[in-house]
């Protein structure tokens, strides 16, 4: 963790304690010196104080004068700071004492001699209380500084845990709690990208999807949240490219790795840095498994910054969980599609076999049948047009056929060659698409552009016993059927062609009963 520590989170955890920590010591050192030179001071001043006492008291003591001795010690002993004295005999009897023996002082012991004979010893007590107190002070005094070195040390590693780790993790749950917060893409993009930006502690983020090689520009947002119209349109303006002509986007995607690209960077787009005002970027690939699915930019826009370790890593980590968020997204896009496509499907497969197989049944007239078959047709496929046309078993061609949607034009040059599309259909059973796709093999005839028509499919009627024919959906709005909607056609073309063969049998059944009559 000290390792990532910033300069400043350095200079507050380890400088500035080093700091109070000399100056402590330094402090201590002076006192402790004072505090010797006192206590010398009052052990010399004893000492004064008892060879004084010496020469005064030494002569009363040869001639046995004891009252001149008595005066000798009270003058001393009203000396300031003198808290005891005692004049002892050459036996060690004390014979003049005054103050209390048992204060704690600074005691000097002096040999009393006259004409090199031991007459006995003088003992002066000075006050040390000072010296204690000095004593006392240093101890305190360093008690508090250490307590202050403590305490600021302490709060240095407080700082420093906050602003290191508890700060980049609570940024951290703020994305993962705004990534789980919505699956809409729409209202995800912007949280994440704001709470990447104010987590990385830069200005502004912005996110690139990538997909099948182009990128398209989905959000940006500023770490304060305000928005800059003229900015915003720029940036939608931008659309979707392939991810090689952005050389940041490509380099990033190659790599799977930051990439820091200062302000005149080639790898910026001059556009870009003109436009959106960058000074500096950040670039870290949105990667989910092997496949990168996007690109999220920090930048800042007031100065050319650097970007350190810490904020490469931190922007690594937000960058996986966006990811993550991103891709959960998608997939319950699809899911959602996947489920409503579903649910339409399932839908109209209950409208064909409720109200369309209904309606086909409802009658056995072959006419109104086919009516139905065509507005039905219409109906369920979404198409602009349909055409039945039915296959003449002694001729082996199409003769008949019958159209809803299309113009007269092109109805009077309909033609069903043989080994056409049609026949194609009728002898394989299975559906034939036709559109302008290269690698379709039946493209659209110059009269079906000409009609608007963009695409068209035809199925075969086959019903229980035969084969009747064939059954055309035309569109005019894209190019292409989806597999659902080719599965219900299917179905459709099923319930058609049964339905025809029943009102077939029912009018040839109709015809024999009145010959029979007839006979």
């Given at each position: 963790m000290?390792?990532?520590l910033s300069?400043?989170?350095?200079f507050?955890?380890?400088?500035i304690?080093?700091?109070v920590?000399a100056l402590?010591l ?5 006192m402790v010196k004072?505090?010797r030179v ?9 000492q004064?104080l008892a060879?004084?006492l010496v020469q005064?008291v030494?002569?009363?003591l040869?001639?046995?004068d004891?009252?001149?001795?008595d005066s000798?010690?009270?003058l001393v002993?009203?000396?300031?700071g003198?808290?005891f004295i005692?004049?002892?005999d050459?036996s060690?009897?004390v014979?003049?004492?005054r103050g209390d023996s ?9 040999l009393v001699e006259?004409?090199?004979?031991e007459?006995g010893?003088?003992?002066v007590?000075?006050?040390d209380?000072?010296?204690r107190?000095g004593?006392?002070?240093i101890?305190?005094?360093?008690s508090l500084?250490?307590?202050?070195v ?11 845990l ?9 940024r951290l749950?703020?994305i993962?709690?705004?990534a789980?917060?919505t ?15 104010q987590?990385c502690r830069?200005d502004r983020?912005?996110?690139?999807l990538v ?8 959000i940006?947002?500023?770490?304060d949240g ?10 939608k303006a931008?659309?979707?490219?392939r991810?090689?002509?952005a050389?940041?986007l490509?380099v990033v995607?190659?790599r799977r790795?930051p990439?820091?690209?200062p302000?005149g960077?080639d ?6 840095r003109e ?11 949105l990667?989910?498994?092997?496949e ?9 826009t007031?100065l050319?910054?650097s970007?350190s ?7 690594s980590?937000?960058?996986?969980q966006a990811a993550?968020a991103?891709?959960?997204s998608r997939?319950?896009?699809a ?7 579903l649910s339409?499907?399932?839908?109209q497969l209950s409208?064909?076999n409720?109200q369309?197989?209904?309606a086909l049944?409802s009658?056995?007239?072959l ?5 139905q078959?065509?507005?039905?047709g219409?109906?369920?496929?979404g198409?602009k047009a ?5 296959y ?6 199409f003769?008949?056929?019958?159209t809803q949607?299309l ?5 009077r040059n309909m033609?069903?060659?043989p080994?056409?599309l049609?026949?194609e259909t ?7 698409l036709?559109n302008?796709?290269p690698?379709t093999?039946h493209?659209?005839?110059?009269l ?10 035809c ?9 009747l024919?064939v059954?055309?959906?035309y ?12 599965e ?6 099923h319930l058609a062609?049964f339905?025809i063969?029943n ?6 059944r109709?015809a024999?009963?009145k010959?029979l009559e007839?006979?």
């Open positions: 000290f390792s990532r300069v400043q989170g350095r507050f955890l380890f400088v304690p080093l700091l920590g402590t330094a402090t201590v050192a002076y004072e505090v006192h206590g010398a001071e009052i052990h010399q001043r004893a004064l060879q004084l005064q030494g002569p009363p040869v001639t046995g004891h009252r001149a001795a000798a010690v009270d002993s009203r000396e300031p003198v808290v005692a004049v002892q050459r060690g009897r014979v003049q004492e048992d204060l704690r002082a600074v005691r000097v012991s002096t006259v004409g090199g004979e007459l010893r003088v003992v007590g000075v006050d209380s000072p010296v107190e004593r006392w002070r101890i305190v005094f360093s500084l250490s307590l202050g403590t305490i600021v040390l302490f709060i240095g590693i407080r700082v420093a906050r602003r290191q780790v508890i700060e980049p993790l609570t749950l703020e993962a709690q705004a789980g917060s699956l809409d893409l729409k209202k995800l993009l912007p949280l994440l990208a704001r709470k990447a930006a987590a830069v983020c912005t996110i690139f997909k099948d090689g182009r990128a398209v520009p989905v940006s947002q500023f770490a305000h928005r800059e119209e003229e900015m915003w349109r720029a940036f931008l659309g979707e490219c991810v090689e002509e050389p940041i490509s995607c190659q790795q990439l820091v690209a302000a960077s790898l910026i787009p001059p556009a870009w436009t959106f005002g960058m000074k500096s970027l950040l670039s870290i690939p990667v989910v498994g092997d990168c699915i996007g690109v999220m930019h920090l930048d800042y007031d050319p910054r970007f370790q810490d904020q490469i890593h931190l922007a980590t937000v960058a996986g993550l991103i891709d959960n997939l319950y896009e899911a959602s599609a996947q489920a409503e496509a339409e499907k399932n839908k409208f064909l409720r369309v197989a209904v049944t009658s056995l007239s006419n109104d049948v086919l009516n078959i065509m507005s039905h219409i109906s369920v496929s198409a349909t055409c039945v046309a039915f003449d078993e002694p001729s082996g061609r003769k008949e056929w019958l949607g113009s007269d034009h092109f109805v033609a069903f060659r080994g056409g049609a026949d009728f002898t394989s059973r299975t559906y034939v036709s302008d796709h690698e093999k493209k659209l005839s110059r079906a552009r000409e009609e608007g028509i963009r695409a068209f499919i199925l075969p009627l086959i019903g229980h016993e035969r084969r024919g059954i055309y959906f569109r005019d709005d894209r190019d292409t059927f989806t597999p659902d909607e080719i219900l056609l299917t179905t459709f073309a062609a339905a063969e009102a077939r049998l029912f009018a040839e109709e024999r009963a010959e007839e006979a």
